[in-house]
């Protein structure tokens, strides 16, 4: 599936469509349909979809889930690359993976001048 998403955003490219000259990363949640879990039962891997942080009101904020974090072309709003997380991870730490990972995946086909990170 990640080849098929590569070649057609290749194309996108080659028909002028996507530019990346300008990127934008940014994240969204995704929920699960999995139950959550207590936490004395959760193992401490890396991967466990909890999430507790606070939002701009300072109030606290839960959910179980998962996060979406994507690198997209900023004239199309088309994604470039999208890595999928556990909601407990943050979401700078995921930025440096998909900047890595477009030059993995297209070489120089894409030299953005800008990065927005929106958050």
Do not use: R
Not at 60 to 70: L, Q, S
Not at 95 to 119: D, N
């Amino acid at each position: 599936m990640q080849e098929e998403f590569k070649d057609l955003v290749l194309k996108a490219k080659k028909l002028s469509i996507i530019d990346g000259t300008e990127v934008a990363i940014d994240s969204t949640k995704l929920d699960s349909f999995e139950s959550p879990k207590p936490k004395s039962k959760i193992e401490n891997n890396g991967i466990s979809p909890h999430l507790k942080k606070k939002d701009t009101d300072g109030n606290d904020v839960k959910w179980f889930g998962w996060k979406t974090h994507i690198l997209a072309d900023c004239k199309s709003e088309l994604p470039l690359n999208v890595i999928i997380t556990p909601a407990s991870k943050n979401d700078s730490i995921a930025a440096i993976p998909l900047i890595k990972q477009l030059k993995e995946f297209y070489g120089s086909a894409f030299t953005p001048s800008y990065y927005i990170w929106i958050s």
